[in-house]
């Protein structure tokens, strides 16, 4: 099996920033990209930054040059930088693993239990 687990949420002010972080673990042979998406109440979750194994990064236009997305390939870890945040940048963050558990197998996404990110003055 293969877990994902986040850390890093809380409570912020408008302005502030966070940093998310997020890590695979288990049985996994191969993550081909990581991501974080977010779904705030009453919305559908939406993609907000991913990023590939060759480091490949896309985001959101609405957290284009606020929010950075970085990772440590040794420990499968994904990291999300969030700047000059925004009331509108409150909502549950998941982390979006996608990967195999062994070679030449099929590509399967893997969730973690999310994070709630707040921004409110």
């Known amino acids: 099996q293969v877990q994902v687990a986040e850390s890093g949420g809380g409570l912020v002010q408008p302005g502030g920033s966070l940093r998310l972080s997020c890590a695979a673990s288990?049985?996994?042979?191969?993550?081909?990209?990581m991501g974080w998406y977010r779904q705030a109440p009453g919305k559908q979750r939406e993609l907000v930054a991913r990023i590939t194994s060759s480091d490949r990064t896309s985001y959101i236009d609405s957290v284009k040059g606020r929010f950075t997305i970085s990772r440590a390939n040794a420990k499968n870890t994904v990291y999300l930088q969030m700047n000059s945040l925004k009331p509108e940048d409150t909502a549950v963050y998941y982390c979006?693993?996608?990967?195999?558990?062994?070679?030449?197998?099929?590509?399967?996404?893997?969730w973690g239990q999310g994070t709630q990110v707040t921004v409110s003055s």
């Open positions: 288990g049985r996994i042979f191969t993550i081909s990209a």
């Open positions: 979006n693993a996608v990967g195999t558990v062994a070679p030449g197998g099929i590509l399967n996404d893997y």
